[in-house]
């Protein structure tokens, strides 16, 4: 995955220890499976057979597939799987500001319209085409944990992989799991949350900026310019499910700082986002308290909360 | 901006909720229930008795559940209950001095007692599930053996499920003190059905269902019981259902509508409306009232009063259950959660009347009944 992860169990070490390797385990096929570095990952595969045939899927890449599509279009075309490519002309090695001329035949390949998904293949038309699911898969990989560790009977947990945290129930009967909202100026922590069930994402620009001709680009790039955006420096969304928290940073992002914000604001989770300048906005949940920012989370409810029909009917003949 | 059901968190989250983690579609905690409850029918008016006894039926029910995933990719369950009735039931009718129909109601009371089990074990895939089921169900004079199939199917993102299911079960009467009355010595019973239904999630807040479903009998389907009730021996039915769910923030509400349309052989058709909601208050409570309105036509041979100058071999019949009837029933379920324990306790009354059936009944049936049902239920899951 690249950045630190840790998982945190409450309960006894033995338990913890096979349930924390049962993680281990997954998050590793998450990696071997949806990584672009590894030959037989699906992506891989996916990526090498761009121009050439549809590649077989399973049930969750489909899943996974369709809600990049998701995204797409609630970003109004921002957030594309297919922009990966821009890592080409975008690369530590440039050293002049790219030119339409160069910037065109990547952007023909990006169009996540153009991707063919049926219900168990995947087609990239074009050959030099690439999907890159690396960041959807992150979030979801720490959902997907927090579900196995419930799964094994775990009810107190936090799953943190590299700043994509899942926390499973609560640290004791009265507070949430405390987390701590890294400031990117250094200096420690911006926010102080406490999480009940809840995922918190981080999606961040600052940190790695590639600097040409003395000036600073951001590794956020708009997939229909392929230029760098003006984006917020930081942002933090906390969600019922990381993925959603996720997704819901990163399109912030991609629409500037402006538009994010408005974004964040609509989007109606609570969030911390940090502009360029080091100035922060919050907002649905957070407030000022003692130690500067923080939020207090309380178990949240989904969209479609299935009330279950009870099995006991007295049977009645009609 | 006003938030409306389909704002992005709704869609981002329906789409997240479609991946395979959180769409944990084998259950993984284990339920243990058990429950009680009574039903008790109205007495019936006086004016309208020839003989017996104006007491009708009584029944108190207990069942015990439990169900548990198996393994990685299984899940079973098992269900047992028991009923013990007492009471009165008709035996048939005659016709009035004023041309109404009186009932004669049968003089012992019956004490009997019901025992069923029924167990299923599922098979969970990918997209899909397959369930088997055994049911038996025994009574001193009726016993009952059933084996059923199932398989769902999930399309478009869990967006669309597709369930068939097919069942078929044989059941034997031995009436009681059937040479005493003379009544028929030994019946049997086989029923298959089939039934095929759609869902659709129409928005992250609605949930659409269609259903058809098909069931033929043969064999004994008379009441041995009754003093002149003779039906043919076979008796095919036919449903349409369909069923409307949605969800609205406040309250945690879910509304839920429904429709059932029947029709068979027999020549009855009858038509079920029934809308409920649940919702949560923030006590912890989740309560809600349903209401049901039934109504049906008269079956081809019914007879409002028995006519013993018909032929054996022509079909008759005056049971209630046969004629043109509707009914109204309605009631409040409430739930309260209490750590892993749910508490949960219902009442219903249903009232049935002549005059709301299907057809204008020449003499509605005097028997027609109403009852009260009340009861509570404990699950717990671990």
Same mark, same amino acid.
């Given at each position: 995955m690249g950045s630190p992860c840790s998982i945190k169990i409450a309960g006894s070490y033995q338990h913890a220890k096979s349930v924390s390797d049962a993680c281990i385990s997954e998050a590793r096929r998450f990696e071997a499976v949806y990584s672009r570095y590894t030959n037989d990952s699906i992506v891989a595969q996916i990526n090498t057979a761009a121009g050439l045939k549809p590649v077989r899927i399973d049930a969750e890449c489909r899943a996974i597939l369709n809600y990049a599509g998701v995204c797409f279009n609630l970003s109004g075309g921002l957030f594309d799987v297919t922009a990966g490519v821009l890592r080409r002309i975008w690369s530590r090695a440039r050293t002049r500001k790219p030119t339409e001329e160069e910037l065109a035949p990547i952007l023909s390949l990006i169009d996540f319209n153009q991707v063919e998904i049926t219900d168990d293949t995947v087609f990239l038309p074009r050959s030099g085409m690439e999907i890159d699911l690396g960041g959807v898969v992150k979030e979801y990989a720490a959902d997907a944990l927090a579900q196995l560790v419930k799964n094994h009977g775990v009810d107190s947990a936090v799953i943190n992989l590299g700043g994509d945290i899942f926390c499973v129930g609560a640290r004791g009967a009265e507070e949430g799991w405390h987390i701590g909202i890294v400031d990117p100026k250094g200096g420690g922590a911006a926010a102080a949350v406490q999480l009940v069930n809840s995922g918190l994402a981080t999606s961040g620009g600052y940190e790695r900026f590639l600097e040409i001709e003395g000036q600073q680009y951001s590794h956020?790039?708009?997939?229909?310019?392929?230029f760098p955006v003006n984006s917020l420096a930081s942002v933090s969304v906390i969600a019922e499910q990381t993925v959603v928290a996720g997704s819901a940073a990163t399109i912030a992002l991609l629409k500037g700082e402006e538009e994010g914000l408005k974004w964040l604001e609509d989007f109606g989770c609570p969030y911390l986002a940090i502009d360029q300048g080091g100035q922060m906005v919050t907002g649905v949940g957070f407030n000022s308290g003692a130690r500067g920012l923080e939020y207090v989370g309380e178990p949240l409810k989904g969209p479609l909360n299935e009330q279950r029909t009870g099995f006991f009917d007295v049977k009645v003949s009609q | 901006m006003a938030r409306r059901d389909a704002s992005p968190l709704a869609v981002l989250s329906a789409a997240a909720l479609a991946l395979p983690a959180f769409g944990a579609s084998q259950p993984t905690e284990r339920t243990l229930a058990v429950s009680t409850a009574v039903y008790q029918e109205d007495d019936l008016k006086r004016s309208n008795l020839v003989f017996g006894d104006v007491e009708r039926y009584k029944v108190k029910t207990n069942q015990f559940y439990v169900s548990a995933p198996i393994g990685r990719n299984w899940s079973g369950s098992l269900s047992y209950d028991n009923e013990s009735m007492s009471g009165a039931s008709p035996w048939g009718t005659s016709e009035s001095a004023d041309g109404q129909s009186d009932v004669i109601m049968s003089g012992a009371s019956i004490d009997d007692s019901r025992n069923g089990l029924d167990a299923s074990m599922t098979r969970y895939f990918d997209q899909s599930s397959v369930s088997v089921s055994l049911g038996y169900s025994g009574e001193h004079d009726y016993h009952s053996r059933s084996i059923g199939l199932s398989y769902e199917r999930d399309f478009f993102n869990r967006n669309t499920t597709l369930g068939l299911s097919a069942s078929y079960s044989t059941d034997e009467i031995t009436p009681t003190d059937a040479a005493l009355f003379g009544r028929v010595l030994y019946g049997e019973k086989r029923s298959r059905s089939f039934y095929a239904s759609l869902t659709q999630l129409?928005?992250?807040v609605a949930v659409l269902n269609v259903g058809v479903g098909l069931t033929s009998r043969r064999g004994f389907l008379s009441d041995p019981y009754k003093l002149r009730d003779i039906r043919p021996d076979s008796r095919l039915e036919k449903t349409i259902t369909a069923s409307y769910r949605h969800y609205l923030d406040w309250k945690q509400t879910s509304l839920r509508l429904d429709y059932r349309y029947f029709w068979d052989s027999f020549g009855v058709r009858s038509q079920t409306v029934s809308g409920s909601f649940m919702q949560t208050l923030s006590s912890g409570i989740s309560w809600g009232p349903t209401l049901r309105y039934y109504a049906q036509s008269e079956a081809s041979f019914y007879q409002s009063f028995d006519q013993y100058a018909l032929p054996v071999t022509q079909a008759q019949s005056s049971d209630f259950r046969l004629s043109s009837y509707g009914a109204w029933s309605y009631g409040v379920k409430a739930r309260y959660q209490l750590g892993a324990v749910e508490l949960s306790g219902a009442i219903e009354r249903y009232e049935s009347d002549k #005059?709301? #059936?299907l057809n204008e009944p020449v003499a509605g049936h005097p028997a027609l009944v109403r009852f009260g049902v009340f009861s509570l239920g404990l699950e717990f899951k671990f």
């Open positions: 956020i790039l708009d997939p229909r310019t392929g | 129409m928005s992250p #005059g709301l #059936g």
